[in-house]
Nanobody, 126 residues
Framework: QVQLVESGGGSVQAGDSLRLSCAAS????????MAWFRQAPGKEREFLAA????????YYSNSVKGRFTISMVNAKTTVALQMNNLKPEDTAVYYC???????????????????WGQGTQVTVSS
């Protein structure tokens, strides 16, 4: 059973930046496609970004494209989400997810992923 642990959330002002990290307990983690989602109170879980196991292919939702960057770091043992120019509407619980595939067919679909972290809260005030 793979365990994913997110870190890096917090409370910031609009326009600030945060960097989220997600580490896995499984050494074969580096072979997984990874993604970040978020869920705000009363809303459905929303896809943000995904990356293939090689790190060469990335995908973004239109809502974060140009502001958020997903990357593999630390010899692919960690997936990061750099978030710049944060807005109050970015307030949510952020989750990382892992698929036991190198590349997923539909990276924006939550059902493509087999493992999820516990989430980390991001709060952006105006």
């Amino acid at each position: 059973q793979v365990q994913l642990v997110e870190s890096g959330g917090g409370s910031v002002q609009a326009g600030d930046s945060l960097r989220l990290s997600c580490a896995a307990s499984d050494p074969t983690f580096s072979n997984y496609a990874m993604a970040w989602f978020r869920q705000a109170p009363g809303k459905e879980r929303e896809f943000l970004a995904a990356i293939s196991w090689s790190g060469l292919n990335t995908y973004y939702s239109n809502s974060v494209k140009g502001r958020f960057t997903i990357s593999m770091v630390n010899a692919k043992t960690t997936v990061a989400l750099q978030m710049n120019n944060l807005k109050p509407e970015d307030t949510a619980v952020y989750y990382c997810a892992a698929a036991t595939e190198a590349v997923v067919t539909s990276p924006e679909i939550a059902g493509e992923y087999n493992y999820w972290g516990q989430g980390t809260q991001v709060t952006v005030s105006s």
